[in-house]
T-cell receptor, first 113, second 118 residues
Framework: DSGVTQTPKHLITATGQRVTLRCSPRSGDLSVYWYQQSLDQGLQFLIQYYNGEERAKGNILERFSAQQFPDLHSELNLSSLELGDSALYFC????????????FGSGTRLTVV | AQTVTQSQPEMSVQEAETVTLSCTYDTSESDYYLFWYKQPPSRQMILVIRQEAYKQQNATENRFSVNFQKAAKSFSLKISDSQLGDAAMYFCAYRSLISGGSNYKLTFGKGTLLTVNP
């Protein structure tokens, strides 16, 4: 157990639907990062939150959004899902603003059918 | 923008032997962090080893060590006495030391799939 909890572990949904992925960071970590892992694109950075505020944005589609709540857990919302959104979505957390010690969750496997 | 390249999509090694995984990166920065992560079939991303660019000494963690060549922008991972449990996808990653914007993110290579043969 890395200390970073992601739910659900698996998700199967239809095209056009909306899903929410949840992440609880390791105790004491203020930063949360979301990554998408697909076979053709590898690990792509989506977005980072630090203590409730968005800090950095990567290759995140407009159909995707995220937020970090006061208790520091984060949610990644994916809407109008397409087949190409099928991927493994990772959450990682780190302590402090420097954030060099990333701890990853076990990921959510999203399958869009 | 920083890029990370792993030129070996797949590697194999005999149990108890040594294997080296290659990684090169491109950056204009002088200080940064480099990492190797392991992803076994369980999909969990596990930090193997970390190197700070301003430290000249190569990092070592038990059977894992790196060869960090800053001028060549090379960061290879050596696994000694390979074990069956070392079989996994290995990712090299870069993180800027500069605060702000997308510099907080880790940039990953495409990965090297390591097979350990008994």
């Amino acid at each position: 157990d890395s200390g970073v909890t992601q739910t659900p572990k698996h998700l199967i949904t239809a095209t056009g639907q909306r899903v929410t992925l949840r992440c609880s960071p390791r105790s004491g970590d203020l930063s949360v990062y979301w990554y998408q892992q697909s076979l053709d694109q590898g690990l792509q950075f989506l977005i980072q939150y630090y203590n409730g505020e968005e800090r950095a944005k990567g290759n995140i589609l407009e159909r995707f959004s995220a937020q970090q709540f006061p208790d520091l857990h984060s949610e990644l919302n994916l809407s109008s899902l397409e087949l190409g959104d099928s991927a493994l979505y990772f959450c990682a957390s780190s302590g402090g603003d420097r954030g060099y010690g990333y701890t990853f969750g076990s990921g959510t496997r999203l399958t869009v059918v | 923008a920083q890029t990370v390249t792993q030129s070996q999509p797949e590697m194999s090694v005999q149990e108890a032997e040594t294997v080296t995984l290659s990684c090169t990166y491109d950056t204009s920065e002088s200080d940064y962090y480099l990492f190797w992560y392991k992803q076994p079939p369980s999909r969990q991303m596990i930090l193997v080893i970390r190197q700070e660019a301003y430290k000249q000494q190569n990092a070592t963690e038990n059977r894992f060590s790196v060869n960090f060549q800053k001028a060549a922008k090379s960061f290879s991972l050596k696994i000694s006495d390979s074990q069956l449990g070392d079989a996994a996808m290995y990712f090299c990653a870069y993180r800027s030391l500069i605060s702000g914007g997308s510099n907080y993110k880790l940039t990953f290579g495409k990965g090297t799939l390591l097979t350990v043969n008994p």
